[in-house]
């Protein structure tokens, strides 16, 4: 099977699409739009190579300064070709970045600033060159996060399963981000996503800590109750005879609540209760013996396991005391509406200085579910810098690439605005005060037209044949 690597040869399916194993160059932030492909191995070695990184800066709310020191908690904003600067960047940051959040061009067919029309191959080798590099710099327990609609989310999901692996596939979350939708073509789109892989397997994500009291109390804290029983008939005696046993309770004994005390052992006077019969089958508590025995004591003021009277028959409850619960896969927040971004970027600027930047408190989620502080989170397709807003409010050390001149008349003025303290988007959901710096530095321009493939495509005119 010569021509598919050993990857490939282990997934029963292939994702195959037009020159697969080039690499697609493309580079619109100098004065001429630029791309093209590179076939040959040592011409690409030789594209990504590390490249000069020059005008390296102290950027503070005071302005800039020459730089000092850079130190390992330091963050860093860098202005080129993102597929260059990470391949500059990497031996630097190689397996220390906990969180890769991006938000790349969608491949809608609209023209933004930037480009944002591929032809469906052209976006999966664009993506396939960033996200295979970008990979080399999670470390074990590190997450990538990438933000897309359906216009390419379908195979883009094809080509993570390939490239970071089917079994570190995290889960596809739908966020709602324009409930109003707009009447156009057949359905009216009212959400994006956010596809979730981990560089390695058992990677968990951080539960979300929820903001609520607990009405009920007793000696261990707050609770509140949840059913024992499997409401799954799925489960059942025939599959599961395991978590099909009685409880006893004694009717007699009640405590403020209103609560029994339960037992695994028959007692003479108490009463025995099965989980209830539903849709014709035995349906199972969801703990096994062992574990309920390890959360009853005789106090129901300080045992786990409760019984409460219900009609003609009692029912048995779990004290639950967790403040926290896993995400879920639909986030609808209001919050989370594309608008919340323009307005966000609107009081910053006094106009709309950017199409369509991510709510900070999107980002928030995000970042809250897959690091702690003092993590590293990087964003290879910045824009406004909303990633490196956030990432700096809520102590988190960034890295954030950017290609367009705007860098430096949105991106770095955001910044700076963070670190005088600005107050709107994720600054309370942090308690953001003010404070902090970050380090600028521009790739050298026009690095590539020294190369001698760069002459050869040139000369024969293959670029502007390329660029159609
Ligand atoms: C959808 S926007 C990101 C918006 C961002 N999440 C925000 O909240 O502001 C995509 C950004 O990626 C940048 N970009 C696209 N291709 C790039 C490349 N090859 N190198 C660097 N930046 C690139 C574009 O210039 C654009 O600013």
Wanted: glycine content about 6%; some cysteine.
């Amino acid at each position: 099977m010569s021509g598919i690597s050993h990857k490939q040869q282990e997934h029963s399916i292939i994702l195959e699409f037009q020159q697969k194993n080039m690499l697609f160059y493309e580079d619109i932030s100098f004065e001429k739009a630029e791309s093209f492909f590179i076939e040959e191995y040592a011409d690409i070695q030789q594209l990504l190579s590390p490249k000069n990184l020059i005008n390296f800066q102290s950027i503070t709310d005071k302005g800039h300064r020459d730089i000092t020191k850079i130190t390992k908690d330091s963050n860093f904003l860098f202005k080129g070709n993102n597929l260059l600067v990470l391949h500059t960047i990497l031996p630097i940051f190689k397996e220390s970045i906990k969180l890769i959040y991006i938000d790349p061009p969608y491949n809608t067919g609209n023209t933004f600033t930037y480009k944002d029309k591929f032809s469906r191959s052209l976006w999966l080798l664009f993506m396939k060159n960033r996200v295979e590099v970008a990979r080399e710099f999670l470390q074990d327990d590190g997450i990538l996060v990438i933000q897309c609609d359906e216009n390419e989310q379908a195979y883009l999901k094809v080509l993570l399963d390939e490239i970071y692996g089917e079994e570190n596939f995290l889960g596809m979350i739908t966020v709602l981000t324009n409930p109003s939708g707009r009447d156009y073509r057949s359905l009216a789109r009212t959400h994006e996503y956010l596809i979730f892989y981990s560089k390695t397997p058992n990677t968990e994500l951080n539960p979300l800590i929820l903001d609520k009291e607990f009405k009920l109390e007793d000696t261990l804290g707050g609770f509140e109750l949840r059913s024992l029983r499997n409401g799954n008939v799925r489960f059942h005696q025939g599959n599961r005879p395991n978590l099909y046993y009685p409880f006893y309770i004694n009717p007699k004994n009640q405590d403020i609540h209103g609560h029994h005390i339960v037992s695994l052992t028959k007692k003479k006077g108490w009463i025995e209760i099965y989980p209830r019969e539903s849709q014709g089958v035995n349906t199972v508590w969801r703990w096994g013996k062992t574990k309920v025995l390890d959360n009853i004591t005789d106090n129901t003021l300080s045992s786990n396991l409760i019984a409460r009277p219900s009609k003609d028959n009692y029912l048995i409850f779990e004290k639950y005391r967790k403040k926290t619960r896993l995400a879920r896969t639909i986030w609808d927040n209001k919050d989370f509406y594309t608008s919340k971004g323009t307005k966000h970027i609107k009081e910053l600027f006094q106009e709309s200085v950017f199409d369509y930047p991510k709510p900070e408190l999107l980002i928030a989620r995000i970042i809250d579910i897959t690091t702690k502080p003092g993590d590293r989170v990087i964003d290879f397709f910045l824009g406004s810098g909303t990633t490196a807003s956030v990432a700096h409010k809520s102590g988190r050390l960034w890295i954030g690439i950017e290609q367009m001149d705007y860098i430096e008349t949105v991106t770095i003025p955001r910044l700076q605005k963070v670190i005088a303290g600005e107050n709107g988007g994720a600054s309370r959901h942090y308690q953001w005060t003010k404070g902090g710096e970050f380090i600028y530095s521009q790739l050298e321009k026009n690095e590539t037209q020294e190369f001698p493939f760069y002459k050869e495509l040139q000369k024969n005119n293959i670029i502007n044949q390329l660029r159609g």
